[in-house]
């Protein structure tokens, strides 16, 4: 199955003090009203794409939680709850490993840190980023689960540098197609792909996110845009504005999956 081919994604939907989360913008607080219909669009873009989406219920006591990309990863039938390296997003896991209690899942622990947005799977390899928020025991474990798995997956380390996140820094439009922001800063060789590195204008929402034949991107970026109706018939165009002034984008809303027998 290839790898952006899903079935079902998780959300959970924004509390009102979203703004006291973390972000490196100074782009002003999120207008609540108008989060609740960006996150809904957002939704409804997943089921457009074909997904069942399951939502839960924010908790004030995490104000990022809604960014629930970051709290696990999931490769076909594989599970895997992280361990944020920011320590205020830590307990966001609780309601992760709730959701998915019915399956076998693999738990970082200890001083292993890996948040979800540091791991982009690409057509022909994973790429784990080595960031403020996921350190080498984390991305360690992450690719010896992701290899006990699957022997043939070829799991790369990238250092990350300029951005909060590896996808901050770089998506994959298409195989072989990465989209990267222009403060991305890394010494990782992207030899295996075509890089387009986007206008400075359109670097909050340069992120792109494949799910079956439809791409979703951030609207308002022209020269994205363009990279994307030349791959795909179907590029959804989502409102973010509220999302990127916490650091957030398209992938970084859900969890997808498409589980065997599911
Ligand atoms: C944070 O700093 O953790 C949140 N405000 C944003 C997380 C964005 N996550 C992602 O792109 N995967």
């Avoid at 009102?16 to 609740?36: A, E, I, R, S, W």
């Avoid at 790369?156 to 403060?183: C, N, R, Y």
């Amino acid at each position: 199955m290839p790898y952006n081919t899903f079935t079902h994604a998780l959300v959970r939907v924004p509390t009102v003090n979203m703004g006291d989360g973390m972000t490196t913008q100074q782009l002003g607080v999120p207008d609540f009203d108008l989060v609740l219909t960006q996150h809904a669009a957002y939704c409804e873009a997943l089921r457009w794409c074909g997904l069942k989406v399951a939502t839960l219920s924010g908790d004030e006591a995490y104000p990022d939680a809604c960014f629930v990309e970051d709290t696990a990863v999931i490769y076909h039938d594989l599970v895997v709850i992280t361990q944020p390296g920011a320590r205020s997003r830590r307990g966001e896991t609780t309601a992760i490993q709730q959701a998915f209690k019915h399956r076998p899942l693999v738990q970082l622990h200890g001083d292993e840190y890996l948040e979800g947005g540091d791991v982009l799977f690409c057509a022909d390899r994973v790429l784990i980023g080595l960031s403020e928020r996921t350190n080498r025991q984390g991305a360690t474990r992450l690719k010896n689960a992701l290899q006990d798995y699957d022997a043939a997956l070829q799991v790369d380390f990238v250092p990350v540098g300029g951005v909060l996140h590896l996808k901050t820094g770089i998506t994959e439009l298409a195989p072989g197609v990465i989209i990267q922001s222009p403060d991305f800063v890394t010494d990782y060789t992207f030899d295996f792909a075509d890089v387009y590195v986007i206008p400075a204008a359109e670097k909050n929402g340069g992120h792109v996110l494949p799910i079956n034949d439809a791409v979703l991107i951030h609207a308002g970026n022209p020269r994205v845009r363009d990279l994307a109706h030349r791959y795909y018939l179907r590029v959804l165009e989502i409102p973010m504005s509220e999302f990127e002034k916490m650091d957030g984008g398209v992938t970084c809303l859900s969890l997808r999956y498409a589980f065997s027998g599911a």
